[in-house]
């Protein structure tokens, strides 16, 4: 298997324009993880979904933040309208049937809000 | 107080010898526990994972759990510099009013740097 894809690895915008991040989690997989870390805050959850169903959103910063899983192969990150504080490296990651087992991450996004 | 705390680090180590790095959380409940390696760079990978009380080898590697003080260490035998990467502590936390649905929360890591 390929593992979690995720695109685009690097991601340069400005302010106040719309980024979308994406992620194709491991075939068979059943949760599918977004994060985001920083220096200062470390690795965050922003959203998981099982099954295709969203969980927990409760790390969603802020309403500019929304997630998707259109289907068992596809998610995606959207930020709308984006600010500089939210440069950081976004990760997406899946496990197979719980989401307290071995999580296997992306390669990440880098996001740098200019 | 935050859910998973450990010391940022670095924590600086001759080749050879024994790493050990800590963790403390807060949710008396947590059942699952989990040390991830993260080179510079490069996403999370996962090391070990323990679930109850006492130690669990996996050849240079030992986890340690102590639920009673809510504390979870890894020891480093024989450290390498390879070794060198941010070790990410995490622990599942139960979801409120979820229907029994967890989610797994990190510390913010501790930088191990193993001296050759």
């Known amino acids: 298997d390929a593992g979690v894809i995720q695109s685009p690895r690097h991601e340069v915008t400005e302010m106040g324009q719309e980024v979308t991040l994406r992620c194709k989690p491991i075939?068979?997989?059943?949760?599918l993880f977004w994060y985001r870390q920083t220096m200062m805050r470390g690795l965050e959850l922003l959203i998981y979904f099982n099954n295709n169903v969203p969980i927990d959103d409760s790390g969603m910063p802020e309403d500019r933040f929304s997630a998707k899983m259109p289907n068992a192969s596809f998610s995606t990150l959207k930020i709308q309208p984006s600010e500089p504080r939210d440069s950081a490296v976004y990760f997406c990651?899946?496990?197979?049937?719980?989401?307290?087992?071995?999580?296997?991450f992306g390669s990440g996004t880098q996001l740098s809000v200019l | 107080q935050k859910e998973v705390e450990q010391n940022s680090g670095p924590l600086s180590v001759p080749e050879g010898a024994i790493a050990s790095l800590n963790c403390t959380y807060s949710?008396?409940?947590?059942?699952?526990f989990f040390w991830y390696r993260q080179y510079s760079g490069k996403s999370p990978e996962l090391i070990m994972s323990i679930y109850s009380n006492g130690d669990k080898e996996d050849g240079r590697f030992t986890a340690q759990l102590n639920k009673a003080s809510q504390y979870v260490s890894l020891l480093i035998r024989d450290s390498q510099p390879s070794d060198s990467a941010t070790y990410l502590c995490a622990v599942s936390v139960l979801l409120m009013n979820s229907g029994g649905y967890q989610k797994v929360t990190f510390g913010t890591g501790t930088k191990l740097q193993v001296i050759p």
């Open positions: 075939s068979g997989h059943d949760y």
């Open positions: 949710d008396r409940v947590s059942q699952s």
């Open positions: 990651a899946s496990s197979l049937d719980s989401p307290n087992e071995k999580l296997f």
